[in-house]
């Protein structure tokens, strides 16, 4: 297994893994904390709805004590008893009240009421219900015969008003039935209302409903919105059971304050994953750009060595067999020094290669921009390669497409073409062939060198300008080199303001092209 996949796996064992559970944990879990918010509010309701039930309940409890004391007192016919007028009259929401035999005939009612005109149309709406109500009376009457005092509510044959009923001691017969007609409405705005208003302290909002036709009858903000198909959380009213009570979190529903807590720890967490996946990434092309870079500086040890030893080798042997006086021939002796002299160039060549880059890379190498003219400039350089490019079989044109003047240092420019020919003859088979181009586009001037030798392939297209890199397979890693030729070439061109690319493929050549500033 290669450094560079050991440390991958490494990385995300150590920190992709871990936090892919961890989210995949919290994300599993927000369920749970959405049922666990549900039932807080749940338990709040019950503790709401219970304290304004026992308020309710004490207030009807209070007027039911108030009409029995009223059955024992002394009073005009017609007219209503002194407590239960008192009552009437403090309590908008009591329409009537009224008595009745617990066999509720028709024609036995006493009904009371502020309201005179009313009376017989409520005596007939009263008597009517009763009716209807038979089985929860005689459940009433059981538990008043066991010592249990109980308030039933019954449906109104007028919807706008609900009648509560309870026994009391009778007059003539043992136990009779009396209540009151009641605007639930009324009653929840001036007695439930202000308890409401005092439980929800600006913390939450809650509401009322007619459950016969959803409207809200109440609420402690009348900015909220909200409607009872909108509210899960909501209990039945003791006293009233066509009234609900629901309970919402100030400026949001339950349901929307649940997705936005859902929604923002959902954000967070793939937030934080894409952070810490985007952290890994930036962290693994790190060091793998440093390991590669260790292994490019390996190599290229490795090959600059074997680029010395080879012509310091020969130096040394022809060397040694001229001074020994073992070459006799004029003409071997002439040949001997040729390839000294040959070695000799290459070895420094490789020194000045080396020099020059780590000049460049440092930034000491001082570039002198003057106006360039291309093929002048590329003619001169061709006619002292001329025998060198001949010699080793290569034919090469040039094609100048309009007359261009870049600005640059002309001995960098000079190197930079070099570099591209030398690659040209290096990384070229059978057909020894090379194409220069000469032109401009737009502001840049360019030269274009095209061989047509073994290529490169896509993927190492992209690092072939990296320094120290060197292509480890094909074709392309049979010859020997530096890997800085083409990095060499990069940074003076961008010292210059320029650019170079590349357009290759494999068996088919490549075309380098360098581009300057036109003057």
Do not use: C
């Amino acid at each position: 297994m290669s450094a560079t996949k050991r440390i991958a796996l490494i990385l995300i064992a150590i920190f992709l893994i871990p936090a892919l559970f961890f989210s995949v944990y919290e994300i599993s879990s927000l369920s749970k904390d959405e049922k666990m918010i549900e039932q807080i509010y749940q338990k709040q309701l019950e503790a709401i709805l219970f304290s304004v039930n026992q308020i309710s309940d004490a207030t009807v409890n209070s007027w039911m004590a108030k009409a029995s004391i009223s059955q024992k007192e002394e009073h005009t016919k017609g007219e209503l008893p002194p407590s239960l007028n008192n009552l009437l009259l403090l309590n908008s929401s009591i329409q009537a009240a009224f008595v009745v035999d617990t066999t509720h005939e028709k024609g036995t009612i006493q009904l009371y009421s502020l309201d005179s005109s009313q009376s017989a149309n409520s005596k007939n709406l009263v008597e009517a219900a009763l009716m209807k109500s038979n089985e929860k009376i005689q459940q009433l009457l059981k538990y008043r015969k066991s010592g249990f005092q109980k308030i039933e509510s019954i449906p109104s044959m007028d919807p706008t008003f609900q009648n509560l009923i309870f026994i009391i001691d009778g007059n003539a017969n043992p136990w009779q039935v009396a209540g009151f007609t009641i605007d639930a409405e009324l009653f929840i705005e001036n007695v439930v209302g202000p308890q409401l208003n005092k439980i929800s302290k600006d913390q939450f909002n809650l509401n009322v409903f007619n459950k016969a036709n959803n409207n809200r009858v109440y609420a402690t903000d009348q900015r909220d919105t909200i409607s009872i198909q909108n509210t899960s959380l909501t209990k039945d009213l003791w006293v009233f059971p066509n009234y609900s009570l629901a309970i919402t979190p100030k400026g949001a529903s339950l349901q929307q304050l649940v997705r936005q807590r859902t929604t923002t720890n959902l954000y967070l967490l793939v937030g934080l994953d894409v952070v810490l996946i985007v952290a890994l990434v930036l962290a693994f092309r790190s060091v793998k750009k440093e390991v590669q870079l260790a292994q490019n500086k390996a190599d290229f040890v490795a090959n600059v060595s074997h680029e010395i030893r080879t012509p310091l080798a020969l130096i040394s042997m022809f060397a040694e067999t001229l001074e020994m006086g073992r070459v006799t021939s004029e003409e071997k002796k002439k040949e001997y020094y040729s390839i000294i002299n040959k070695e000799t160039h290459r070895l420094t060549g490789i020194v000045n290669k080396i020099l020059n880059f780590s000049q460049t890379e440092a930034g000491k190498k001082k570039l002198h921009a003057q106006p360039i003219q291309l093929h002048l400039e590329i003619r001169e350089v061709l006619s002292t390669y001329d025998f060198h490019l001949r010699n080793k079989g290569f034919v090469y044109s040039i094609e100048e497409i309009n007359d261009t003047t870049v600005l640059g240092d002309k001995e960098a420019f000079t190197e930079i073409f070099i570099n591209l020919l030398d690659n040209a003859v290096k990384y070229s088979n059978e057909t020894k062939k090379i194409e220069i181009r000469i032109g401009n586009d737009e502001k840049m001037g360019f030269v274009s060198v095209r061989d047509f030798g073994v290529g490169i392939s896509k993927a190492d297209q992209k690092h072939i300008f990296d320094k120290f890199y060197r292509v480890s397979s094909g074709d392309l890693a049979k010859s020997r080199g530096t890997g800085l030729g083409l990095s060499l070439v990069k940074q003076l061109l961008e010292q210059q303001g320029g650019r170079i690319s590349v357009d290759s493929e494999l068996g088919k050549g490549s075309n380098f092209i360098v581009y300057l500033p036109l003057v």
